[in-house]
C-alpha cells in the first residue's frame, strides 16, 4: 500500500440469489465511502456493452450458471488493484465457490489487505422469490426497487433520478431456479469456510431493508478488525 497506512478489512456479502446482497453492500458501501464491487453488475454491463467478455458471458448468466472461476477471479484482481480501494471495498456476489474464496485470499495478500470478513444474509425460500420477483433496477442509477416491499413513488420511475426500472433477464422463473440450485450446491459451503476462520456475521436477512442496514451498520463498525461470529 502506498500510504503505508493499513487498508481497511475488505467485507464479503454471501446470502442466496434475492437476499438483499445488493441493497445491503450499496448501503454500506455509501455509509463507509468505499467502493461496491458487485460481480454480476460487471457482468451486465460487459454484455450491455457487448464486450469480448460480455459476448463469453451472456449465455451463461441467462442460463443462471456461474461464469468461470478464472475469468470472475481476474476480473475482481484487476479491480482491487485500482488506487482508490486502499481505504476498503465491498464485494457482492463474489466469491461464489470455494476456489473464489481461496483465490481471492491470495488477492488479498497481494494487495496487502487483510482477509475477509464475510455477512451472510439469511432468508427463507418465500421470501426470495417474492423479492427476486418484485426486483426492479434503476436503467441509470442501479438503486434498486421491489414493488411489493419497496415501490418507488411513481410506478417504473426511479425516485431519485427518473431512470427507467427494469427487471433483470436472469429474474425469470425457471432461471430463478437454476441460480437457487447453484447457489446451494457451489455457494452455500462458503457460510462454513468462513465461519470456521471465525471470520463470519450471521445476519437475519427477513427484516425489511431499511432496518436491516440501521442494524447491519453498528455491527459491521464494531466487527471489522475483529475475529468474529455475530448474530443480526
Ligand atoms: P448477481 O447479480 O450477483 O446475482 O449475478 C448475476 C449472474 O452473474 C450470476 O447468476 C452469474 O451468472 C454471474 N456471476 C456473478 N458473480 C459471479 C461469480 N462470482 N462467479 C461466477 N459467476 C458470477
Not at 3 to 30: E, I, M
Not at 141 to 148: R, V
Amino acid at each position: 500500500m502506498a500510504s503505508g497506512r493499513k487498508p481497511a478489512r475488505p467485507l464479503v456479502f454471501l446470502g442466496a440469489p434475492g437476499a438483499g446482497k445488493g441493497t445491503q453492500a450499496r448501503a454500506l458501501a455509501q455509509h463507509r465511502g468505499v467502493p461496491q464491487i458487485a460481480t454480476g453488475d460487471m457482468f451486465r454491463d460487459h454484455v450491455a456493452r457487448n464486450t469480448p467478455l460480455g459476448q463469453q458471458a451472456k449465455a451463461i448468466v441467462e442460463r443462471g450458471e456461474l461464469v468461470s472461476d478464472e475469468i470472475v477471479s481476474a476480473m475482481v484482481a484487476e479491480r482491487i488493484r485500482q488506487p482508490d480501494r486502499a481505504g476498503g471495498f465491498i464485494l457482492d456476489g463474489f466469491p461464489r465457490t470455494r476456489t473464489q474464496a481461496e483465490r481471492l485470499d491470495e488477492i488479498l495478500a497481494e494487495a496487502g489487505f487483510s482477509s475477509a470478513l464475510a455477512i451472510n444474509l439469511q432468508v427463507g425460500y418465500d421470501n426470495l422469490i417474492r423479492r427476486i420477483c418484485g426486483r426492479r433496477t434503476c436503467s441509470v442509477c442501479g438503486e434498486i426497487y421491489n414493488i411489493f416491499d419497496r415501490p418507488p413513488r411513481v410506478q417504473g420511475r426511479c425516485d431519485r433520478d427518473g431512470g427507467e426500472l427494469t427487471a433483470r433477464a436472469d429474474d425469470r422463473e425457471e432461471v430463478v431456479r437454476k441460480r437457487l440450485d447453484t447457489y446451494e450446491q457451489q455457494t452455500k459451503p462458503l457460510v462454513e469456510f468462513y465461519r470456521q476462520r471465525g471470520a463470519l456475521l450471521e445476519v437475519d436477512g427477513e427484516q425489511a431493508p431499511e432496518e436491516l442496514t440501521r442494524r447491519l451498520i453498528p455491527l459491521v463498525e464494531s466487527a471489522v478488525g475483529a475475529g468474529v461470529e455475530r448474530r443480526a
